[in-house]
């Protein structure tokens, strides 16, 4: 299991939704929306490297319910980042 980072530019539109007046109401961002890509890179992709550890998303979904309620599920693999050998 991992622990969901969201995007910031996705935490700035949702703060701007639900600052609007005339804002959706809960049914009509009903659905399912699914990541493709982050900024110009399709999945997978690498979200963050540096020479020790890298962060790569693999999938991410969110799941709406006309009710307000939903989910979030995907997958995203860390650990050390790729080295490669001089010579």
């Given at each position: 299991?991992?622990?969901?980072?969201?995007?910031p530019?996705?935490?700035?539109v949702?703060?701007?939704?639900?600052?609007?007046?005339?804002?959706?109401?809960?049914?009509?961002?009903?659905?399912?929306?699914?990541?493709?890509?982050?900024?110009?890179?399709?999945?997978?992709?690498?979200?963050?490297?540096?020479?020790?550890?890298?962060?790569?998303?693999?999938?991410?979904?969110?799941?709406?319910?006309?009710?307000?309620?939903?989910?979030?599920?995907?997958?995203?693999?860390?650990?050390?980042?790729?080295?490669?050998?001089?010579?």
């Amino acid at each position: 299991m991992f622990a969901v980072r969201l995007h910031p530019n996705l935490v700035i539109v949702a703060a701007l939704t639900l600052a609007c007046d005339e804002s959706l109401g809960p049914g009509d961002a009903a659905g399912t929306y699914v990541l493709r890509q982050v900024e110009q890179d399709p999945l997978p992709t690498t979200l963050s490297a540096n020479e020790f550890f890298a962060v790569r998303v693999i999938s991410d979904t969110i799941r709406m319910r006309s009710d307000g309620t939903g989910t979030i599920s995907g997958a995203a693999r860390s650990g050390a980042a790729a080295t490669r050998r001089a010579g």
